[in-house]
């Protein structure tokens, strides 16, 4: 999740199929499309991915879910996006879980994977009604793995991973990559801990339920790609990036200066990625039928800015709840 609390309460190996992979105002909501991007600087750019191999959809905050040949991988399925009065300046840790599950249907599918960055609520809370009900696989950290399984999850379901790991879901590639959550004003973690065993109790509240240590992936959509790097939080783990080269990166927006240098060193570890997708900038809180309404403490149009002019042949697109995406993030009819 953001962490301003204090403020509110393959480079492939062989044809690029190994995986290379959160202002405007608060009360503004975005539409979707491409930002515009400055004069682009003499640059030899990547081949463009196949316009028919995977189509995205945004599921607000961080989460998305990807389409490939009939079959679908989710990353951080948010959906529910239930009251915590973040947003109102009135967050309350002992907000109980829940899952609108016909909420959660329409948008899921039949997903055959799940990716979980971290194990925060607005990552996890849906994962378990999303496993049981699905029979998908889920992949994420030891945390995660004690969690879900504390909330009746089938613990053959879960692989426990720890980044480094290049995983290949029978042409999907999934590679793991460690990373950082972000952190707030004082450079501090929210809700910070893991668990090296099963939880004492189930957990019942988002206050249940730690960090648990950060990971961002880079899915490898079939033979014919993209390479789309995930993140969950924004911060990253320069060196584990480093030479990761995706076509598409969908970046978190912070919501304070604490990371050094944020977006320029994130670009440089990527190899300045085709296009940049903003995430974890919206208000989570706000249903999903609804358009996206910024956070109030993540900068997204200076974000935008940066990256332009860090990367001036780097396309910048805003995405919308409401629109399905090529793979090269472009709006599909």
Not at 135 to 157: I, K
Not at 258 to 287: I, N, Q
Request: charged fraction near 20%; glycine fraction near 8%; aromatic fraction near 8%.
């Amino acid at each position: 999740m953001s962490d301003d609390t204090d403020a509110r309460g393959p480079r492939t190996f062989g044809r690029r199929t190994m995986l290379r992979g959160a202002a405007l105002s608060a009360a503004t909501p975005l539409l979707p499309g491409t930002l515009p991007t400055a004069a682009a600087a003499p640059a030899v750019r990547r081949a463009a991915p196949a316009a028919g191999a995977a189509t995205f959809r945004w599921l607000g905050t961080a989460g998305w879910r990807i389409d490939v040949s009939g079959r679908t991988v989710l990353f951080d399925p948010y959906v529910t996006r239930f009251p915590t009065g973040l947003f109102a300046g009135a967050f309350d840790r002992a907000t109980r879980l829940c899952t609108d599950e016909a909420a959660v249907r329409e948008r899921v599918g039949r997903p055959e994977l799940v990716l979980v960055s971290h194990s925060h609520w607005d990552h996890l809370a849906d994962v378990p009604y999303i496993a049981a009900s699905t029979g998908a696989r889920v992949v994420g950290t030891e945390t995660t793995y004690h969690l879900l399984v504390a909330l009746g999850v089938d613990p053959a379901q879960i692989s426990v991973v720890k980044g480094g790991e290049v995983l290949d879901f029978d042409g999907i590639v999934v590679e793991v990559v460690a990373s950082l959550h972000s952190r707030n004003k004082q450079r501090a973690y929210f809700a910070p801990g893991r668990l090296a065993g099963p939880p004492p109790a189930r957990p019942e509240t988002i206050g249940d339920l730690p960090e648990g240590d950060t990971l961002a992936y880079q899915v490898t959509a079939g033979d014919g790609g993209p390479s789309a790097f995930l993140m969950g939080a924004s911060d990253f783990g320069e060196r584990a990036a480093r030479g990761l080269r995706p076509d598409l990166a969908m970046v978190a927006v912070p919501t304070s200066a604490s990371t050094h240098r944020y977006v320029p060193r994130l670009l440089a570890a990527l190899g300045d990625p085709d296009v940049v997708v903003p995430v974890h900038w919206d208000d989570f809180e706000r249903p999903l039928d609804l358009p996206p309404r910024t956070d109030p403490s993540a900068d997204l149009d200076a974000f935008a800015a940066q990256v332009r002019r860090e990367s001036p042949a780097t396309r910048v697109v805003v995405p919308d709840y409401r629109t399905l995406y090529g793979a090269d993030m472009r709006p599909v009819s």
